[in-house]
């Protein structure tokens, strides 16, 4: 079963906003990785945070991480109409030697 | 370089017959993953290849899922007697090793669509 659950399921925002995601997840783990996905097909990897590290950036990108509520957000600053897409977050399990665990994910849209 | 890539980018099949979905990684890539994606929903893990260690087949869904590797490169993930619940997006992805910390590149996918 999906190890991760993710919130909003969709969020609608105009170009410009920012947008901020949440993960929750339920078991230890080594880290966790943001993926994005455009129509469906191939995931782009976007950021990786370790399990002792609690925030992290990347362009517009940021990311937190609490491990003792076991969850994470992505914001996106100054969203795009191009940054419209599915945004995964995944993890690596504890002990785990590279399998992913991935939440259903939450549908970005950025309206011009 | 090249990245992942996978073929064929769709397939429509009827129920009950076998199907082939081949996946070629990024070269020099040890580890190889292979993922399933339903409609509207988060990717499931299938099967890993690390190098020349045993496959954690742990994610797959029955004994209708099979997969290999040969030589350490291309993979091939089989479903025998497909049923119309196996239609969904298969993904492959490749990282340079299975470390935790090692980011996984992803194919454009497979459509299976099982009639």
């Known amino acids: 079963s999906q190890q991760g659950e993710e919130d909003p399921q969709a969020l609608s925002i105009q170009e410009g906003e920012n947008a901020t995601m949440n993960c929750s997840y339920k078991?230890?783990?080594?880290?966790l990785q943001w993926y994005r996905q455009n129509s469906g097909r191939g995931l782009v990897h976007l950021i990786l945070?370790?399990?002792?590290?609690r925030e992290k950036h990347s362009g517009r990108l940021r990311v937190t991480l609490d491990t003792s509520k076991k969850s994470s957000s992505l914001l996106i600053t100054a969203s795009r109409a191009a940054d419209t897409a599915s945004y995964f977050c995944a993890t690596a399990p504890s002990g785990n030697t590279g399998k992913l665990i991935f939440g259903q994910g939450t549908t970005l849209q950025v309206k011009p | 370089g090249a990245g992942v890539s996978q073929s064929p980018s769709n397939k429509v099949t009827e129920k009950g017959k076998d199907v082939e979905l081949r996946c070629d990684p990024i070269?020099?890539?040890?580890?190889l993953y292979w993922y399933r994606q339903s409609l509207g929903q988060g990717l499931e893990f299938l099967i890993y290849?690390?190098?020349?260690?045993?496959?954690?087949k742990s994610g797959l869904p029955s004994d209708r899922f099979s997969a290999e590797r040969t030589g350490g490169s291309v993979s091939t993930l089989t479903i025998q007697r497909t049923q119309q619940e196996d239609s969904a997006v298969y993904l492959c992805?490749?990282?340079?090793?299975?470390?935790?910390?090692?980011?996984?590149?992803f194919g454009p996918g497979t459509r299976l669509t099982v009639l």
């Open positions: 070269s020099g890539h040890t580890a």
């Open positions: 992805a490749s990282s340079l090793a299975s470390t935790r910390t090692d980011t996984q590149y």
């Open positions: 945070i370790r399990s002792n590290e």
């Open positions: 290849f690390q190098g020349n260690s045993a496959p954690d």
């Open positions: 078991t230890s783990i080594n880290n």
